[in-house]
């Protein structure tokens, strides 16, 4: 696991653009404190690099060139962060077939050579996560490309004349200007996160996931998607066989991710998503240690006391981690600067906690994301078979239903329900996270244009038009929620503690089952449960108060601590704030004082503008000042943050 920068212009490198990047570069030193190096690629290219040594540690130096020798030797050079759980085998076949040469032991040479040899068709045969950069010298042509589900992140910056790409923003944003991308905020004010391809900064792009982007010198880059993750949903699946189908792709896959040369842990929540993991771990490394969160606020749901139980049931050893509100005051600023986009969703807090005491222990550590979206973990899949009654019926009922509807006053019984089944699901549907509606935005952003979520789902709408609603749902989330939040949270927020984080769900080997799944074996009719297969697939494996426990989510008791411990914050952080040029302040300290007097709750609502703000704070106007580890501080600029500098 490691960091990249990447700088591609059609002018030579000048000394100051390699001092530039060697000063960047420690903005990167938390993804890869293990060896830094950064090299010329070719006349107007330079890449830099920090690595985490995780397989063939005292090889597979980058930036990395291939072949190792003969005539066109040298010819690729590539920068490489992620994992690549079959690059034995394909470093076997190479050989094999193509007499393929190596110098290291690594996997990151393996990616080069597949390049060499395939092409881009190199991209479908790798099993794993993936984001890396590849210069061939030759074409004199840069190559960029994200595994398919977005698991490993790559930023980029497209200038006349130049081109920058990075493992994360901040090293870009010394050659980025500090205007917001108001499309990125709105979009944002919906779906608590800043989906891809956008950042908050107009200047900087996200590669989106399974995106690939080739750029040849003198020309303007090209990006595009090289795949998609899609379901295939078989209604004629023998459901048994497909269960234990699933049951031995999760063991492949899980054996395949403890692949290392450095301790592994695993988190372990209270659900089946991470027990299942734990315990598939567990038949393979009986000593493995697995980490779990809980809070210390009264009446909060923990996750300990059942981690605990099912951590003794599994016989591994397990290591708490407790968060307090102060926690939260001391970390926030640390998050939001990781992540370099606001997210909010308060599990990150947590989430940043537990990865800094896995880090004391495991410099790998096995996680459960993407169950839910792969699975039907989600309770609003069923939404669709409860809305059939009416949703089913022909259009001019419709129509004069939700005439009813609009007559019925706010807050009776059946009126929301009656205008989501009158509703078209491309309409009614944009994911996971649904917070402020078009009119509230309205209000907030003033004369700031508002977006509605078509902006981003209407495309995969139109891809989804052979499947049936839930899902439907499952490929807006898997294309949006998942690579724009969990995957976002997962990825920084671990490698800011020099962490590696794999999510065995989000396996190639794994989906080819799951995307068969029917509908029977994700939301099945006639039983509240959610993820039938997955638990059906894990049924003795795991222990039945798991599979049986509903789920339950990783309740964050923010609504709360914004009454309490943070109610004081979050007052002076509205009231110093410079970005109400953007939203209406006025309007957030309103809800925050409803909120405060218990007339309302609007703890998603206040974190979604509490994290911009402090976002704001950080990247644009450089009023807060995150306490960075000295190396990073001093890259950043003498104020000691991340805020952004025109070139």
């Not at 080997?509 to 697939?537: E, G, H, I």
């Amino acid at each position: 696991m490691c960091g990249f920068l990447v700088h591609v212009t059609d002018s030579l490198i000048s000394p100051e653009t390699l001092e530039r990047m060697e000063r960047q570069l420690q903005l990167l030193h938390h993804r890869g404190p293990d060896d830094t190096a950064v090299e010329q690629l070719g006349d107007g290219v330079v890449a830099g690099f920090k690595r985490l040594s995780i397989i063939d540690r005292g090889g597979s130096r980058q930036p990395l060139r291939y072949p190792p020798e003969g005539p066109e030797a040298g010819r690729w050079g590539l920068v490489f962060n992620g994992e690549i759980y079959n690059f034995e085998a394909l470093r076997e076949e190479l050989i094999r077939d193509h007499g393929a040469t190596f110098a290291t032991a690594g996997d990151s040479e393996v990616v080069a050579a597949a390049f060499h040899y395939w092409g881009q068709q190199a991209l479908g045969r790798l099993r794993g996560m993936f984001a890396f950069v590849l210069w061939d010298d030759a074409n004199e042509t840069v190559y960029a490309a994200r595994d398919p589900f977005g698991i490993k992140p790559l930023y980029y910056l497209a200038a006349p004349g130049e081109l920058w790409l990075s493992s994360e923003k901040p090293p870009l944003l010394a050659v980025a200007g500090d205007e917001v991308d108001v499309t990125a905020l709105s979009l944002y004010l919906t779906m608590q996160y800043v989906p891809e391809p956008y950042t908050m900064h107009r200047d900087v792009a996200r590669l989106p996931a399974g995106g690939m982007l080739t750029r040849a010198l003198g020309r303007a880059p090209l990006v595009y998607q090289y795949t998609r993750i899609t379901f295939r949903p078989d209604p004629t699946a023998d459901d048994d066989a497909i269960v234990e189908d699933l049951r031995a792709a999760l063991r492949d896959s899980v054996r395949a991710h403890l692949r290392a040369d450095v301790p592994v842990g695993a988190f372990l929540s209270s659900g089946i998503d991470s027990t299942g993991i734990v315990a598939l771990a567990a038949e393979v490394d009986p000593q493995i240690r697995a980490f779990t969160v809980g809070f210390d606020t009264p009446g909060a749901t923990s996750e300990i006391e059942v981690a605990a139980q099912t951590a003794a049931h599994l016989d591994v050893d397990l290591v708490p981690t407790v968060v307090t509100a102060e926690d939260v005051l001391d970390v926030l600023p640390r998050i939001v600067w990781h992540l370099g986009d606001p997210v909010a969703d308060p599990s990150i807090v947590p989430l940043y906690c537990l990865a800094r005491t896995a880090a004391r222990y495991v410099t790998v550590v096995l996680s459960g994301e993407g169950a839910d979206e792969l699975a039907g973990g989600y309770t609003i899949y069923r939404e669709p078979r409860s809305l059939a009654p009416v949703s089913r019926l022909a259009e001019p009922l419709q129509r004069g239903l939700r005439a009813v509807a609009r007559l019925l006053p706010d807050g009776v019984k059946g009126k929301s329900y009656l205008e989501r089944a009158t509703t078209p699901i491309q309409t009614r549907y944009f994911g996971n996270a649904r917070v402020f509606s078009n009119e509230e935005k309205a209000r907030i952003l003033g004369a700031v244009p508002a977006v509605g979520h078509a902006h981003v789902t209407w495309p995969l709408y139109a891809e989804a038009v052979h499947l049936d609603d839930a899902t439907t749902m499952q490929h807006i989330d898997v294309n949006t929620w998942l690579p724009g939040d969990i995957l976002t949270k997962a990825d920084r927020i671990s490698m800011a503690h020099s962490l590696e984080l794999r999510v065995p769900y989000l396996d190639r080997v794994v989906f080819d089952v799951m995307s068969r799944l029917p509908v029977r074996l994700k939301v099945p009719p006639y039983s509240r449960t959610t993820k039938y297969a997955l638990r059906q697939a894990l049924r003795g494996i795991v222990p039945d108060f798991v599979v049986d426990r509903p789920k339950l989510g990783f309740p964050t008791p923010a609504a709360r601590w914004l009454r309490t411990d943070l109610a004081e914050w979050a007052h002076h952080l509205l009231s110093t704030s410079g970005a109400g040029q953007l939203i209406d302040l006025d309007y957030a300290h309103r809800l925050l004082t409803e909120h405060g007097r218990s007339d309302a709750d609007h703890g998603r609502k206040l974190w979604i503008l509490l994290s911009f703000c402090l976002w704001h704070g950080i990247f644009v106007d450089g009023s807060i000042a995150p306490p960075l580890p000295e190396h990073a501080a001093a890259a950043a600029g003498p104020v000691g943050s991340a805020r952004p500098r025109h070139a």
